[in-house]
C-alpha cells in the first residue's frame, strides 16, 4: 500500500494500466479526452509491475488494471469511472484535482 501510496503522491491523476489491456485504452482516451495528462503506469512494461499488481489486489482492485486514483483518491476501475463519466461527475473530480482547468460542454 505505501508503494502505491508514493506513486500517486502529487499527481492529479494516475492510471494503473497494461499496454495490451483494451479497457485500460478505453480509459485512458476519456480521461485525456476532457484535457487531463494522466500519469500512466503500464505494468507489463516494469521491472515491478507483479509486485505493484499484487498491491492493487491487496487494495480490492478487481480486475487490477485499470485501476485510476484521481486527486491520490482510490476512484476504482473501468466501470466506476464510466458510472461517473454518465453520472457526469468525472470531470468534476478532475476540476477539484486540479487535471483539467476549465471545461465547456458541448
Given at each position: 500500500m505505501d508503494m502505491i501510496t508514493g506513486m500517486v503522491a502529487q499527481k492529479p491523476v494516475v492510471i494503473f494500466s497494461k499496454s495490451?489491456?483494451?479497457i485500460s485504452h478505453s480509459?485512458?482516451?476519456l480521461i485525456c479526452g476532457f484535457g487531463a495528462n494522466p500519469t500512466v503506469y503500464e505494468?507489463?512494461?516494469m521491472a515491478n509491475g507483479?509486485?505493484?499488481e499484487r498491491a492493487l489486489l491487496q487494495m480490492?482492485?478487481?480486475p487490477c488494471v485499470p485501476t485510476v486514483f484521481i486527486g491520490e483518491q482510490f476512484i476504482g476501475g473501468?466501470?466506476?469511472i464510466m458510472s461517473l463519466h454518465v453520472r457526469n461527475e468525472l470531470v468534476t473530480l478532475l476540476m477539484n484535482a486540479k487535471a483539467i482547468w476549465i471545461w465547456k460542454k458541448k
Open positions: 495490451s489491456c483494451c480509459i485512458k482516451s505494468l507489463d512494461e507483479q509486485q505493484i480490492g482492485c478487481q473501468a466501470k466506476s
